[in-house]
């Protein structure tokens, strides 16, 4: 009996802090972004925004949980990926301005694995040196990188680096930079819910819950929407002429 007693309440602990676990407490599991930031999906969509950088190697650790966290998402739900460039003696700018590159050219779902592990396993993009560990001098370049999206793409390299130093890259990198200031992001990988929350590996407890902490705030998102009311009609906006009724001439006899 006292053996039973005892794997009950063992087993009442376990369920209250599953539970308690699912409570993600704001200020403490998440944080607010003030003030909330615009999206920048379609109306009626949750923006889910990973801020990251290629040579960020807990953002590599994170990448499997990233793809886990994308087949999880309703359908409401859309996963953008917002590259940092505030750690420059590890290349983040050139990784910015190549991930803004390859968003623009529409390759970046088909060559994000491929270059996590180009940075982190295979070497082709490496920051560090794999003996001493110690970062390479000189860095890899956005030639370099332009030569990997043409072997794993197939995107020519002139076509590449012609996009990569364009107008339109320059405008993305430096509107990454302003959102991420104003999301107030201090470490990556941190995920940023509808320009509302966001959730660092610190404050969720791990990487694993943070993807759980992501989840429960879209569902939180996907409910409020839900619950929304409909927009009003303008009322300054002319109203629309009613069409008269069709009045039938009587049958003549």
């Known amino acids: 009996m006292k053996y039973a007693t005892l794997s009950a309440l063992l087993a009442l602990m376990l369920t209250s802090l599953a539970h308690a676990q699912q409570n993600w407490v704001e200020g403490k599991n998440y944080f607010p972004v003030v003030p909330a930031q615009h ?7 949750i923006e889910v925004a990973e801020v990251f950088s290629y ?76 003996n001493t560990h110690a970062l390479k001098n000189p860095l890899p370049t956005i030639e370099d990188a332009a030569q990997f999206y043409h072997r794993v793409s197939g995107v020519a390299v002139d076509k590449f680096l012609q996009t990569a130093k364009s107008f339109a890259v320059d405008v993305q990198m430096r509107r990454a930079d302003a959102l991420i200031l104003a ?16 959730v660092t590996i610190q404050s969720a407890g791990g990487m694993e819950p943070m993807i759980r902490v992501t989840q429960w705030l879209v569902a939180r998102e996907s409910k409020s929407l839900a619950n929304a009311p409909a927009p009003k009609p303008d009322a300054d906006a002319p109203a629309s002429k009613q069409s008269k009724p069709v009045v039938k001439a009587p049958a003549s006899k």
Request: charged share 15%; hydrophobic share 35%.
């Open 39 to 45: 999206t920048n999906v379609p109306p009626g969509k």
């Open 55 to 130: 040579g960020c190697p807990y953002c590599a650790q994170f990448n499997p949980l990233i793809e886990q966290l994308r087949k999880s998402l309703p359908a409401n739900a859309q996963l953008v990926f917002i590259p940092a460039s505030f750690n420059p003696p590890e290349d983040w700018p050139m990784f910015q301005r190549a991930t803004c590159t390859a968003q623009t050219l529409g390759i970046l779902d088909r060559t994000h694995d491929a270059m996590f592990d180009a940075v982190w396993k295979t070497g082709e993009l490496a920051i560090t040196d794999p």
């Open 183 to 198: 999301y107030h992001i201090d470490s990556t990988p941190s995920m940023v819910v509808n320009g509302k929350y966001r």
